[in-house]
């Protein structure tokens, strides 16, 4: 039988709850030090702070601009950082990893972009993503969902189609870099092929509803948000209507859904409008371009 925790005093836990919001405290404000760039991870480990020393490596990483959740456990994979390691059970060979992998962070000008692509339905997305998968320079995720596939769709190219349960495991080991429901059926982003093509410098584009885009911006901040919009709503509308199979409430409904999706532009950091994809393909690369440029000088 496992010993009981030692009883403490009125005193004794008040002192206790007073060192652990000081401890709560010390956390917060080197994480603000990270985010603003006033102090590096290096000053924070090397930092005799028994509060700081109790953080763990995970926290640390996310703290620094650029790296979000995907890239920290990337990072730590490579470095051989078990993910609930704290900095003061980093080893010597495991820091040196990581002065490594912080500077290849910093320098890397080989390194790809992760472009997140949104947009109403209708908007043309699926011809861009046809024409990327083609195009040297990118490689388009494939996702995975649970709804069938429609004629002509393979499994492994167009989607993975996993059924519910494949789906729910896939959630529960954290598999999905995000996933959400779309018109009943889940759609999910799988994690692991993404850091790979990055580093081999390709520039990674999902082509995502917009709660995932949402959710892509908190574990991958360093992405970009690209929203694709038609050249007016008449537009859009004629390309929704214009496919002229659904049923007059089913074509209420995406315009309805069309609408709700387009008001979520402002929360994008562009928006290219679609008239013709060879001309958005280049707007994408000068945009990627800038973007690289950009991350190089900083
Ligand atoms: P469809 O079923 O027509 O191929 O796709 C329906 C919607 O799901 C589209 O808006 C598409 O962008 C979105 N979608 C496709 N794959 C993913 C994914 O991995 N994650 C999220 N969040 N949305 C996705």
Redesign the pocket.
């Known amino acids: 039988m496992k010993p009981l925790p030692p009883k403490l005093t009125v005193a004794e836990r008040e002192a206790a709850n007073a060192a652990a919001s000081a401890a709560r405290r010390a956390r917060a404000a080197v994480k603000v030090a990270l985010r603003a760039s006033e102090t590096s991870i290096f000053d924070v480990i090397n930092s005799a702070s028994p509060a700081l020393q109790r953080m763990r490596v995970r926290e640390l990483l996310e703290a620094v601009p650029g790296i979000g959740k995907l890239r920290a456990e990337a990072i730590m994979e490579r470095a051989k950082i078990s993910p609930t390691r704290r900095i003061a059970g980093l080893g010597r060979i495991q820091l040196s990893a990581l002065k490594r992998e912080m500077a290849i962070t910093k320098i890397d000008p080989k390194r790809g972009l992760l472009i997140v ?3 109403p ?1 209708g908007v043309g ?2 011809t861009i993503t046809r024409a990327l998968k083609s195009d040297p320079r990118f490689w388009v ?1 494939i ?3 649970t ?1 069938d596939p ?1 004629e002509g769709e393979k499994d492994g190219v ?2 993975y189609f996993y059924n519910d349960s494949k789906f729910d495991q896939m959630v529960a080991s954290n598999g ?1 870099l ?3 429901e ?2 009943g ?1 889940r ?3 799988p994690k692991e092929p993404i850091e790979h093509w990055l580093t081999l410098g390709k520039n990674v584009v ?8 949402r ?1 892509v911006r908190t574990v991958a901040p360093e992405a970009i948000l690209i929203f694709i919009a038609p050249p007016s709503w008449e537009e859009l509308k004629s390309r929704l209507l214009g496919r002229g199979t659904d049923s007059p409430e089913r074509a209420a409904a995406r315009l309805a859904l069309a609408e709700v ?1 387009m008001a979520s532009a402002g929360e994008f950091d562009h928006t290219l409008i679609n008239h013709q994809v060879e001309q958005l393909i280049e707007e994408l690369v000068s945009l990627a371009t800038s973007h690289q440029e950009a991350a190089q000088q900083e």
């Open positions: 692509m949104s947009g339905g997305k699926s995720s996702s995975a969902t709804r429609r167009d989607y999905f995000e996933w959400a779309f018109a059926s759609y999910g982003t999902l082509e995502i509803e917009i709660e995932g885009a959710q999706e």
